[in-house]
């Protein structure tokens, strides 16, 4: 996030160079933070995660891969399946599979 901006601001920002892809944002899935979901980089630095997951609509852009990212394309939630994929990110595509117009707030 920079100075600035807000959330979905980041949000909007952050697709647009990861992926080339012009977004709005439609909703709130859900904001995330496990404790136990601890980083630490090979620099040294230590980080909790925590993750804010806005839904979101393709509103322009062209997908391309970014200095950002090694690959970027669309995958349906069947496709993920098979994918080596960190639990919390499980959680988070089980919760938008199952989703019932509350966001997650854990």
Known sequence: M???ETLSQCAVRETREETGLDIE???LLGIYSDPAHVIAYADGEVRQEFVVVYYGRVIGG???VSQ???SVEFLSLKELESLPVHS???LRLQHHAEYCGTPYLG
């Open 25 to 27: 944002i439609t909703g």
């Open 88 to 90: 919390t990110v499980r």
């Open 68 to 70: 950002e990212s090694i």
């Open 2 to 4: 920079e100075l600035g």
């Open 62 to 64: 062209r997908l391309v």
